[in-house]
């Protein structure tokens, strides 16, 4: 256990439907993370969240919104998505954000798939 | 660009055979160099962080080394519990926390 949970662990959803994914860090860390991971191809940062505020998008579709409402929980709201964007969902936390150097905490991750 | 190349994609290994798997960079900056253990249907495990070139982190059989250009994870005398995917990543000096990753190695290891 990284003290990072996520839920849910596996989601098959439709083209046309919305989701949400969830993420809650136990660790008191400020700073939360988005990363996609797809097969046979290296993580992906999606966001960063420092203090609740977002300091980073990197370009990522605007049918993935992420919403981080304290710096505890940080959620991936998920709407009309492609069968292109089946794949692990990570979600990290680390102590500081964009001023800090230090490591980063995983979750588990959620396997999606779009069908 | 920024890059990260791991080498080599996949290896296998019977118990007790030592090896190292490579993980290459092409920033602009460095601020730091990390590896990851991954098991499947897992998140990555944080295993090591390295800053400057020459610097030595171990751990159990794990020993991590880092050069100006690239950076080897040493497995010494491994044993099936290190099957895994093992990641490399680096963080930018002008991007504070941002991690970017390599694509990994699979490490295989037969008793």
């Known amino acids: 256990e990284t003290g990072v949970t996520q839920t849910p662990r596996h989601l098959v959803m439709g083209m046309t439907n919305k989701k949400s994914l969830k993420c809650e860090q136990h660790l008191g860390h400020n700073a939360m993370y988005w990363y996609k991971q797809s097969a046979k191809k290296p993580l992906e940062l999606m966001f960063v969240?420092?203090?609740?505020?977002?300091?980073e998008n990197n370009s990522v579709p605007s049918r993935f919104s992420p919403e981080c409402p304290n710096s505890s929980h940080l959620f991936l709201h998920l709407h009309t998505l492609q069968p292109e964007d089946s794949a692990l969902y990570l979600c990290a936390s680390s102590q500081d954000g964009l001023a800090g150097n230090d490591e980063q905490y995983f979750g588990p991750g959620t396997r999606l798939t779009v069908t | 660009e920024d890059q990260v190349t791991q080498s080599p994609e996949a290896l296998r290994l019977q118990e007790g055979e030592s090896s190292s798997l490579n993980c290459s960079y092409t920033v602009s900056g460095l601020r730091g160099l990390f590896w990851y253990r991954q098991d499947p249907g897992k998140g990555p495990e944080f295993l090591f962080t390295?800053?400057?070139a020459g610097e030595e982190k171990e751990k159990e059989r794990l020993k991590a080394t880092l050069t100006k250009k690239e950076s080897f994870l040493h497995i010494t005398a491994p044993k099936p519990e290190d099957s895994a995917t093992y990641l490399c990543?680096?963080?930018?000096?002008?991007?504070?926390?941002?991690?970017?990753f390599g694509a990994g190695t699979i490490l295989r290891v037969k008793s």
């Open positions: 969240y420092s203090l609740e505020e977002r300091v």
């Open positions: 990543a680096v963080q930018l000096m002008e991007y504070g926390n941002k991690l970017v």
């Open positions: 390295l800053y400057s």
